[in-house]
């Protein structure tokens, strides 16, 4: 299982290192919409799940990315 930041940071194509759980669509010009869409299939794809619209459009910071897989068990 990838490591939550470092899909992120694949689907950005940024460093993982340089990523913080306060970025997001306001601090990454690569966050855009397209990536929001990219970024919930890698994790539907990598964890398994199958995410709901609002879970989709909640996806715009790491912390709620980590919010969203922490609802459906994944740490």
């Given at each position: 299982?990838?490591?939550?930041?470092?899909?992120?940071?694949?689907?950005?194509?940024v460093?993982?290192?340089?990523?913080?759980?306060?970025?997001?669509?306001?601090?990454?010009?690569?966050?855009?919409?397209?990536?929001?869409?990219?970024?919930?299939?890698?994790?539907?794809?990598?964890?398994?799940?199958?995410?709901?619209?609002?879970?989709?459009d909640?996806?715009?910071?790491?912390?709620?990315?980590?919010?969203?897989?922490?609802?459906?068990?994944?740490?």
């Amino acid at each position: 299982m990838q490591d939550v930041a470092q899909l992120i940071a694949s689907v950005l194509q940024v460093d993982p290192a340089r990523l913080s759980d306060e970025d997001g669509v306001e601090t990454l010009e690569q966050w855009d919409s397209l990536r929001i869409v990219l970024l919930a299939s890698m994790i539907e794809v990598s964890y398994g799940l199958t995410l709901q619209s609002e879970e989709i459009d909640s996806l715009t910071s790491v912390r709620a990315v980590r919010a969203v897989l922490a609802r459906h068990g994944v740490a």
